[in-house]
């Protein structure tokens, strides 16, 4: 990963942001991670610009709620893409999302290959999401500014996630959240997946 001053974060024009959302359960973090990308550029840089861990045991309908908040905010208010994490708890929160009429992209992690959706609902392999990351970490176009709260965090569990999917064997990805922390590195994985699957024109709810 690399990890950048804030003034070396060029202001994208036009710029475009989507918030990943990752959820957590009982002994899990709900992890938020916001990138920041050029809407026009076929090859885009993601810049996290903002990380955040939610407090263990918050309930899902006030995640729902704080998120609604920072996507009111600017600069994200009419511009930010939110994908959510709709694998096991999380269909019936993308529900309260879109009860809200926040439009949330649905992401459902999936083995296998095909990546596949029907409108707003996608189903997308492990594997997909750990190349992401893996060229994003590669090519130098996932990038963190060092004063954001938890870069040093993230980039821990990027270090270690790095090692355990070395460890299983390619495609099998079998160690991948299993048995320490990873909700900043899911979160940053759907934001970076997204900014490369996005259309042009900014999806407004």
């Avoid at 949330?104 to 409108?119: K, N, Q």
């Avoid at 460890?167 to 990873?182: K, M, Q, S, V």
């Amino acid at each position: 990963m690399r990890i950048v001053e804030p003034w070396e974060l060029d202001e994208p024009d036009p710029e475009r942001y989507c918030l990943g959302l990752d959820l957590g359960q009982v002994s899990d973090y709900t992890a938020i991670a916001v990138g920041r990308y050029n809407a026009e550029r076929k090859a885009r840089v993601v810049d996290v610009v903002y990380l955040e861990r939610i407090g263990l045991g918050t309930s899902y309908p006030d995640v729902v709620e704080y998120v609604e908040s920072l996507l009111l905010r600017p600069p994200l208010a009419g511009r930010c893409d939110l994908v959510v994490d709709a694998t096991g708890v999380g269909r019936p929160v993308v529900d309260l999302f879109r009860e809200r009429r926040l439009n949330p992209v649905a992401l459902t992690i999936t083995g296998g290959f095909d990546v596949t959706h029907e409108g707003r609902d996608w189903k997308v392999p492990k594997r997909e999401l750990v190349a992401v990351v893996q060229v994003g970490l590669q090519a130098r176009t996932l990038r963190v500014a060092r004063d954001l709260a938890h870069a040093e965090t993230l980039r821990g569990e990027l270090a270690a996630f790095e090692i355990r999917v070395t460890a299983a064997a390619n495609d099998t990805y079998g160690a991948w959240r299993e048995g320490t922390h990873d909700d900043l590195v899911l979160a940053v994985a759907m934001v970076a997946w997204w900014a490369r699957r996005a259309p042009g024109p900014l999806v407004v709810w």
